[in-house]
């Protein structure tokens, strides 16, 4: 297949671990001959700096003419003081927006051989659970603004029917490919479009019979991810809540450093790791490049790329188990690999198999 990919790096780390994905994705195309086709465009604090706009309009022409937008990460603490009104992560926004990604899939498991979450061993056996949250609505893109001299803020928080119901569908759907269970966090005891979402989700689960569907407050699924994660399999949630409880679910991995995200919806899909551009590491080659490098893989499988998805995966798989890790994953911190090791060693595995 031939796929052309607006490529994205970023800000902070965002270079250096693109630089590993790009490395894998050498490697798939060369195994499997495909022809992957990049075009590196500028966003974020780096993009303010040089254009005075975090997210310029070539960046989105490019990402409108591609098949795929590979996402390093954005944001630096200059952003303030550069910015005309418009921060770093607005172009993100924007992007997200202008694309209409209104689908944002988290993927989280737990990885028997990392040590570095504070939860039991026996708690974290066999999680297995995704995020589906909602990215183009919500108190994200309500209206905000001031009141009386700047001494009054507010966002609102709006949904509406279609917006909740497009991303239903598609979280029924992935969850009766699954252990079809969804759990649908909100927080109906106090909001409105909490309600709403209930109205229209109950509407779509009549058609999905064989799929358990449940309403959970927020508050309490912050709570049970903790102290029960097996209980999720597919967990459908707003805009906010989405984006609150996949930091928190990140904990029973290991490491912000090792989610990957698809965000889909009508026009270009999105792939980027969930965390941060980690501005301390930049430059330093200790960053994790797995969340990205899963990313890429998520990406080769909505381009039906499934042998390529899942040798990505094991390659992964096979890098924690045999301890080629960086920092924020290893115990000892004498023993870690590089940023340029874990990509090194995960193409040879690909290479090799
Ligand atoms: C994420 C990030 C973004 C968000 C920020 C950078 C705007 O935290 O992708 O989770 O809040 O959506
Ligand atoms: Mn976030």
């Not at 029917?161 to 079809?180: P, V």
Request: charged share 25%.
């Amino acid at each position: 297949m031939k796929k052309n990919i607006t490529v994205i790096e970023g800000d902070g780390i965002g270079p250096e671990i693109i630089k590993q994905t790009i490395k894998i994705l050498n490697a798939i195309e060369k195994k499997y001959h495909h022809e992957f086709f990049y075009e590196i465009a500028p966003a974020g604090f780096s993009a303010v700096k040089k254009f005075g706009d975090p997210m310029p309009k070539k960046t989105i022409n490019s990402c409108l003419k591609s098949d795929a937008i590979l996402f390093g990460c954005i944001g630096d603490p200059e952003g303030d003081k550069y910015s005309n009104g418009m921060r770093p992560e607005d172009g993100l926004l924007k992007l997200r927006k202008e694309m209409d990604l209104y689908c944002n899939i988290r993927p989280i498991v737990s990885y028997p051989s990392i040590n570095k979450s504070p939860i039991k061993k026996n708690i974290l056996e066999k999680v297995n659970f995704v995020i589906y949250r909602e990215l183009t609505g919500g108190i994200y893109f309500g209206d905000k603004g001031r009141y009386e001299n700047g001494e009054l803020a507010y966002d609102h928080c709006i949904y509406s029917k279609n917006e909740i119901e497009r991303i239903g569908k598609i979280a029924f759907k992935a969850a009766s490919n699954r252990k079809k269970k969804i759990m649908v966090v909100d927080k109906a005891n106090v909001l409105e479009t909490s309600r709403l979402w209930r109205e229209v989700i109950s509407k779509i689960s009549y058609d999905y019979p064989d799929v358990n569907l449940e309403f959970i407050y927020v508050d309490h699924a912050a709570m049970q991810i903790i102290f029960n994660p097996r209980k999720f399999d597919v967990i459908l949630t707003d805009n906010m809540f989405g984006d609150i409880l996949s930091d928190e679910s990140s904990v029973i991995a290991g490491s912000l450093g090792l989610l990957p995200s698809a965000s889909i919806g009508k026009k270009t899909p999105l792939f980027e790791p969930i965390h941060g551009s980690y501005p301390q590491a930049k430059g330093k080659n200790i960053a994790n490049p797995l969340g990205s490098i899963l990313s890429s893989a998520m990406m080769l499988e909505y381009f039906g790329m499934h042998k390529e998805k899942n040798i990505i995966e094991k390659a992964v798989n096979n890098s924690i188990e045999n301890r080629i890790c960086t920092q924020d994953i290893m115990d000892d911190l004498y023993l870690s690999s590089t940023t340029d090791e874990v990509g090194d060693y995960i193409k040879k595995y690909i290479e090799n198999q």
